[in-house]
Antibody, heavy 118, light 106 residues
Framework: QVQLQQSGAELAKPGSSVKISCKAS????????ISWIKQTTGQGLEYIGY????????NYNEKFKGKATLTVDKSSSTAFMQLSSLTPDDSAVYYC???????????WGQGTLVTVSS | DTVLTQSPALAVSPGERVSISCRAS??????VHWYQQKPGQQPKLLIY???NLPSGVPARFSGSGSGTDFTLTFDPVEAGDTATYFC?????????FGGGTKLELK
């Protein structure tokens, strides 16, 4: 069965960076893009971008350019998202999701809580 | 960005036929998808492309609409449907989500 397993919660200081992982299993990793989505109580769900797991090319929501960097390691079927120059506004649950044919999200990771606090 | 507007909350009784709406600020063809999210869990896809059920989703869920107005219907609603329901559009870039409708069962 398709599974996306994300790395654990992160506590980070303002100005630092974190890197979250999303390990895929149960399907051919390079056949589907992986997207990343941010969820906060105040802003709801926000689309960050996607990575082409075959080529490694990434596409970003303008809002997250410069904030998020998406990468992939095909050898381990793992996608990564690095968040840089963290501020308290980056505190959220971050999800990875497999991108369906029409850009819907059938499979989601369990979420990674990132807390930015001094 | 395309704004998706949902009613914030709804309280219903088990057994009722219930509809939740999602209105887009601009046309999104039929590229609206619906998700169910229970507390502490990741969202779950219920409907894709306005009216299609993924395998494993009960047939008492249905979706309709095109253009700017979309509806998710429960027929009937069950106690286990207590959750927040989000719509998402993927016709315009970037994909966007509605603010969610919190469904409470009385």
């Amino acid at each position: 069965q398709v599974q996306l397993q994300q790395s654990g919660a992160e506590l980070a200081k303002p100005g630092s960076s974190v890197k979250i992982s999303c390990k895929a299993s149960g399907y051919t990793f390079t056949s589907y893009y992986i997207s990343w989505i941010k969820q906060t109580t105040g802003q709801g769900l926000e689309y960050i971008g996607y990575i082409n797991t075959g080529s490694g090319g990434a596409n970003y929501n303008e809002k997250f350019k410069g904030k998020a960097t998406l990468t992939v390691d095909k050898s381990s079927s793992t996608a990564f998202m690095q968040l840089s120059s963290l501020t308290p506004d980056d505190s959220a649950v971050y999800y990875c999701a497999r991108v369906g044919l029409g850009d819907w999200f059938r499979y989601w990771g369990q979420g990674t809580l990132v807390t930015v606090s001094s | 960005d395309t704004v998706l507007t949902q009613s914030p909350a709804l309280a219903v009784s088990p057994g009722e036929r219930v509809s939740i709406s999602c209105r887009a600020s601009e046309g999104v063809n039929s590229y609206v998808h619906w998700y169910q999210q229970k507390p502490g869990q990741q969202p779950k896809l219920l409907i894709y492309k306005a009216s299609n059920l993924p395998s494993g989703v009960p047939a008492r869920f249905s979706g309709s609409g095109s253009g700017t107005d979309f509806t998710l219907t429960f027929d009937p609603v069950e106690a286990g449907d207590t959750a927040t329901y989000f719509c998402q559009q993927s016709w315009n870039d970037p994909p966007t989500f509605g603010g969610g409708t919190k469904l409470e069962l009385k």
